[in-house]
């Protein structure tokens, strides 16, 4: 028998398809998977492994499905110290008059560190075990998630006005290259250069980040076509729709994730399969600001790769994965008039192996598969909310919530465990936020 790092024997492995042409329905009934160095070694059923393998960490998970741990492909971490306190306005107003005067106000290394320590406790016991950022101070929030054991993906940030993290295009470029160049080895990071958004950032700043990008070999994460206004501005300015502007620039390729995607034309959508541009859908963010609709069915007909996002916790206001697949699923029958449309199995998909085909990772996480990280989140369906189950991926989709999350691992490495954290204090982040909380509103006895 062969000596391995753990075994995790769960009643249902969904392993989730490599292969996004047709998502697999595969549920493994009463499998185990074995983890070696950090990486799956094998998946097969229960019974084989203890024949084959031993180990001195065997768990035993006789009433959850085992899944990859979810991938949320857009999201401002730190944002979360910003939860609720701008909620029901439009985008455009809730950036200028609430959230970027905050910002100017209160983000500083502290903030990012804390409010990054917050989004990822939230995220872990949600099962998500990988996230793709897009905030000020990225080689923070990469030192917190490493301190963490979560994976991230760093956004390098580039606007065209001074923030607290640079002061011009130029310097937001060095900055972002010495992060790239920081956390190159290390195996729980990775960057993607972070234009924030067509109306923000001028072309000769986004020639320079293609150039780069293309050196570098990462992925660009920029917000595109958010909403109706972000477009008729566009044309009213230069004549062009955002999409066609970042064409011209050389900017629509497999490298670009584009973040809402809200505002499409049929030839928009046949463009950016064509060009390999990989759609981030942020359904809660996109409904809770009135931004609009993603034409996800759409897309998906015309072989566009869908990853989901929470976006921030301050326009969302959670960084729930659970929520996000059942909301995409919902929205896109509705709005394609269409049952079919994102069956539950796309749907984990897309929170899965889209995200990480996205974040071009795919070859690391997004399924249960031999030589991938050992990236899992077990989910137990035993409640009554979740019970008989007849389809363990429906109930994933349609009714389990991110409080069924028991255990999760990263690298093969117990990062939650019976509902609690390893790696980091709740006590502690609950009272940074209570202090967080009484240094924005001045009020010294806020709970």
């Known amino acids: 028998m062969k000596h391995v790092d753990s075994i995790i024997n769960g009643r249902w492995v969904i392993p989730v398809a490599d292969n996004d042409k047709q998502p697999s329905d595969t549920v493994l009934e009463n499998h185990a998977i074995v983890i070696n160095n950090g990486s799956i070694l094998t998946v097969l059923p229960s019974d084989n492994a ?47 008059e609430h959230i970027w005067p905050a910002e100017q106000q209160w983000v500083d290394k502290e903030f990012i560190r804390d409010g990054s320590t917050l989004a990822i406790a939230e995220m872990l016991r949600g099962g998500t075990t990988c996230f793709n950022d897009m905030y000020f101070y990225p080689d923070v929030t990469a030192k917190v998630a490493v301190e963490s054991g979560i994976r991230c993906c760093v956004g390098l940030l580039m606007l065209d006005f001074p923030t607290v993290w640079a002061k011009n295009a130029n310097e937001y470029l060095s900055k972002g290259i010495a992060v790239h160049d920081e956390f190159k080895n290390e195996s729980l990071i990775s960057t993607a250069f ?23 070999d990462i992925p660009i994460h920029m917000h595109i076509h958010e909403t109706e206004d972000e477009v008729t501005q566009a044309v009213n300015n ?35 399969s064509e060009q390999g541009v990989h759609i981030i859908h942020c359904p809660e963010s996109n409904m809770k600001l009135a931004s609009g609709f993603c034409p996800v069915s759409q897309l998906i007909a015309a072989g566009a790769n869908i990853a989901l996002g929470t976006d921030g ?31 539950a199995a796309h749907a984990l998909y897309c929170a899965t192996m889209g995200g990480a085909k996205a974040l071009g990772l795919d070859s ?44 999760v691992w990263v690298n093969g490495k117990r990062v939650l465990n019976q509902r609690q954290l390893s790696t980091l204090d709740i006590n502690t982040i609950q009272e940074k936020c209570t202090a967080w909380q009484q240094k924005m509103t001045g009020k010294e006895n806020t709970n």
Request: glycine share 4%.
């Open 364 to 407: 690391n996480i997004g399924s249960l598969s031999a030589g991938k990280y050992a990236d899992i989140a077990a989910v137990d369906l035993s409640d009554i909310e979740t019970r008989p189950v007849f389809d363990p991926i429906s109930h994933l989709v349609y009714c389990a919530g991110r409080h069924q999350v028991s255990d």
């Open 194 to 216: 972070a234009p924030h958004a067509p109306y923000t950032v001028s072309d000769e700043p986004l020639n320079k980040i293609r150039t780069f990008a293309d050196e570098m």
């Open 50 to 96: 203890k024949q084959q393998f031993h180990s001195d960490s065997i768990t035993q998970l006789d009433k959850h499905a085992l899944i990859p741990g979810l991938v949320n492909s857009h999201t401002h971490a730190a944002m979360n110290l910003f939860r609720g306190i701008a909620d029901d306005l439009p985008l455009m107003t809730w950036l200028n």
């Open 313 to 343: 916790a301050a326009s969302n206001n959670d960084l729930d994965m659970f929520g996000e697949m059942r909301t995409a699923a919902l929205i896109a029958k509705g709005v394609a008039k269409n049952a079919s449309a994102l069956p």
């Open 238 to 272: 230069s004549g062009k729709r955002p999409l066609q502007r970042l064409h011209e620039l050389g900017l629509l390729t497999p490298r670009l994730l584009a973040v809402h995607m809200t505002q499409l034309t049929e030839n928009e959508i046949a463009l950016c």
